[in-house]
């Protein structure tokens, strides 16, 4: 409860040095040496009409507050409501991390009093630890549920097994003694749609009536979960990683990491996988991690009660965060591994295990994958922001269904024809990658085999391409296109839908493709200079399923664009830890191609494009602006609205928020003095008059306002004064008018600051908000400022 009372009054901050002395959980950056008194105000758009000036108003920095007072003695009876946030609003961090350190001295202090407090103070300690353990318990559970249940539904669009209706198309050939080596995907346990309906297992109407039934149930699931989306939870849908990353900046969307958004999430996840869409679930499953999160964090007051300790892991990651993070990593892998839903008894989804080192010429067939992943990259960004952009801008973004069934209905169509393009696109990526041994009966493995071989081996030499293999990369480059093109149009779309899996499918596609002409060209001309060290007659050169693995990787980083991240989320997906070297050329590679059309990717490209106010940390400010040239208002913009410290009553100020859109206001000591007191909220005013009339006796509208510590003299006959010293941030930080923006950005950035205001010899000049400088920032880019706002 001390945690809400300080939520709910004003306090004091004695210096930077007092903030970052706590503990190492409450450890914040430098703030480059300017002016260091921290604000605790509330909107990232406070002020974000035409706040203006005069340059009359005299500013301190809360010097006139003894910095050895103590914070408790100061504070009145808290008011509810008072410090919370409204939707879509940036939470004040400076302000919660106070908070906390007070509610962790208050906790410290009373724990030797009784055995009850002192089991408390465990229970505070350990509290952080429960939420990570809860969280990988769920996350892994959901991921394990949501694979099984995603590939499950994925064969059912071909047909279903009779002697276990859960059982996928693999599992229910499994136990089957019927089933030969050639035709292991075929069981009597196993019917197809063709032989259920129309009793025929093979010939034209057959695979029409399949070509149907796929048709039917991919329109089916993709209908159900644009529908489920739009019904129930409307925040479910998409990749959730730009509002992720949003919210982790300090931003409030309320209800975004909800129950009924995890629900309806999980649900629709599987759906959507399991229509064929072009799209996969390791975005959405950080949303859905996330979800679980957030919703246990509400079983522990040290965090269902302060915004930023829900977030500590955004602009600032202490030790204590990291050693949580992986932990929670650590459980979920463990219940994963229980669940085994890969089948394969590994953590992995591709896992790879190649039988040939990769050697020094290659690297030029990786950096060329690399390019195209950056060529990649930068074009589906633009083309994907570009519809999207039109999907909001015209009548179509409107019906979201309509859109959803199209693109389901066209990829189905288009897809079932192509046998790569109709496998589950997971199922694809792990075909692509695995390595031609002498028990694939894949087409892509259809080579002339040597007559003269008499035994089994794994190291099987490079040979001359078969049919099979030609008629397989004529596939896969239909398949390529069509991956490109679909995926531009489905990622976006009103339903979960994830990148990860599209882009490394495209770049395994070309990798195998560039990996089987290496290996042809090695094979007929081994006597060329680049391959005569390493290409013998006989030897086991080229692996094309690593070329996938390197394909994929360079066009996951051109459409992301991580690098040592990416790298590290390769190693996961496929254990291919000794091919760190091709992995890390590739992806560079494609990093540097792709920033040279453009440095954003996909999810910064889209928190521009929804218009979050989220400061890039990667993004470099360069420009040789200063404060003064940044802050509002402007010079034929009206002035300030101010508050005065003791002169104003109850009608003044409703009448001044009533007639302004500032989310808060500067309040000075006097119209003659214009000193700066502190900075008043528009939410916690209103919160703070409306209760004062229901609980306070005498308060009418021309009760005076009393912002001061002690109230003045009034005339006898005068209202009953309210005080509201307890809701003033008395220590409003503040920058000079000659502060380079390279520090103002570098300190809104470190301290999530949402407003600072400007001063000149002490004298208050304006204010900069978080918005101000993100249009500041799209200005200086050519963009257009007026599009920097939540849509």
């Given at each position: ?141 959901l991921a394990g549920l949501i694979d099984i249940a995603a590939d499950w539904m994925t064969d059912l669009k071909e047909g279903i097994c009779l002697s276990a209706l859960w059982y996928n198309h693999e599992q229910c ?593 304006g204010i900069i908000t978080k918005k101000d400088i993100l249009r500041h920032m799209a200005q200086t880019a050519n963009q257009d400022p007026a599009s920097i706002m939540f849509n």
């Open positions: 409860m001390e945690s809400e009372q300080l939520f709910h009054r004003g306090y004091y901050r004695n210096s930077y040095n007092s903030i970052t002395s706590a503990s190492s959980d409450e450890e914040l950056l430098d703030g480059a040496g300017v002016i260091m008194d921290f604000q605790t105000s509330e909107d990232d758009n406070l002020l974000d009409g035409d706040t203006a000036v005069g340059t009359h108003y005299t500013m301190t920095n809360g010097g006139s507050i003894n910095s050895s007072t103590h914070l408790l003695d100061l504070l009145d009876e808290p008011i509810p409501g008072v410090g919370t946030y409204d939707d879509f609003h940036t939470i004040d961090w400076v302000r919660e991390k106070c908070k906390d350190r007070e509610r962790h001295r208050r906790i410290n202090s009373k724990k030797k009093e009784s055995a009850w407090e002192m089991t408390k103070s465990l229970y505070d300690a350990w509290s952080g630890w429960l939420v990570v353990t809860l969280t990988g318990l769920a996350s892994g559970a050939c499994w136990g089957s003694n019927e089933t030969t080596f050639e035709e292991r995907d075929k069981c009597p346990q196993w019917k197809t749609w063709a032989e259920l309906i129309i009793g025929q297992a093979e010939g034209p109407g057959s695979y029409i009536m399949n070509y149907i039934m796929y048709i039917f149930w991919a329109l089916g699931f993709a209908f159900l979960a644009v529908s489920l989306v739009k019904v129930f939870a409307p925040y479910a849908c998409g990749s959730g990683i730009p509002e992720i990353k949003t919210i982790l900046s300090g931003f409030i969307i309320r209800g975004y990491l909800g129950k009924w958004t995890l629900m309806i999430k999980t649900i629709t996840l599987v759906l959507a996988v399991a229509s064929g869409l072009s799209l996969g679930k390791e975005g959405p499953l950080v949303h859905v991690a996330c979800c679980c999160g957030n919703i246990f964090s509400y079983l522990f007051p040290k965090y269902s009660t302060n915004e930023a300790k829900k977030r500590e892991v955004s602009y600032y990651f202490p030790l204590k965060t990291l050693w949580r993070s992986f932990f929670a990593a650590l459980v979920a892998a463990f219940v994963l591994r229980s669940i085994n839903p890969f089948g394969n008894s590994r953590l992995v989804l591709f896992y790879v295990e190649y039988h040939t080192p990769w050697y020094l010429f290659e690297l030029f067939p990786f950096i060329l994958l690399g390019v195209f992943g950056g060529l990649w990259g930068a074009f589906f960004i633009r083309a994907n922001i570009a519809w999207c952009r039109r999907r909001k801008s015209t009548r179509f973004g409107k019906y979201p269904v309509l859109e959803v069934i199209v693109v389901a209905a066209i990829t189905a169509v288009i897809a079932f024809p192509n046998p790569y393009t109709r496998l589950n696109t997971s199922e694809l990526i792990k075909e692509l990658f695995t390595d031609c041994g002498p028990l694939e009966s894949s087409s892509l493995c259809d080579y002339r085999n040597d007559m003269n071989a008499s035994k089994i081996v794994d190291d099987i030499p490079d040979r001359p391409a078969g049919l099979g293999v030609y008629s397989a990369i004529w596939q896969l480059c239909l398949a390529l296109i069509f991956k490109i093109i679909m995926t531009v149009f489905t990622f976006g779309i009103k339903v979960p839908s994830g990148l990860f899996i599209p882009s490394m499918a495209i770049g395994a596609i070309a990798g195998r493709i560039v990996g089987i002409a290496v290996e042809q060209l090695a094979y007929y001309h081994h006597d060329w200079f680049i391959f005569k060290e390493w290409c013998e007659v006989g030897a086991d050169c080229i692996t094309p399923g690593l070329y996938a693995m390197v394909g994929a990787a360079a066009c996951l980083g051109g459409v992301t664009r991580m690098t040592v991240s990416l790298v590290v989320i390769v190693f996961e997906l496929t254990g291919g830890l000794e091919y760190i070297v091709p992995l890390m050329a590739a992806v560079m590679t494609s990093k540097w191609v792709g920033d040279a059309f453009g440095r954003e990717g996909i999810y910064e490209a889209h928190i521009r494009l929804n218009g979050y106010p989220f400061l890039d940390a990667k993004e470099e400010f360069t420009h040789t602006t200063l404060a003064a040239d940044v802050m509002r208002p402007r010079r034929n913009d009206p002035p300030l609205a101010v508050l005065t410290q003791d002169n104003m009553t109850v009608d003044d100020i409703e009448n001044m928020i009533n007639e302004t859109s500032y989310n808060g206001f500067p309040v000075i000591m006097s119209k003659e003095s214009q000193r700066l007191v502190g900075f008043a909220l528009r939410r916690d005013l209103t919160i703070a008059i409306e209760s004062a009339r229901k609980k306070q006796e005498g308060i009418v509208g021309s009760s005076r306002v009393c912002f001061a510590q002690h109230t003045p003299s009034l005339p006898a006959e005068s209202p009953r004064p309210l005080k509201l010293r307890s809701i003033l941030d008395m220590s409003p930080f503040t920058v000079t008018d000659h502060t380079p923006m390279e520090i103002v950005v570098d300190i809104f950035r470190k301290l999530g600051l949402r407003q600072c205001l400007v001063t000149h010899n002490g004298r208050l000049l």
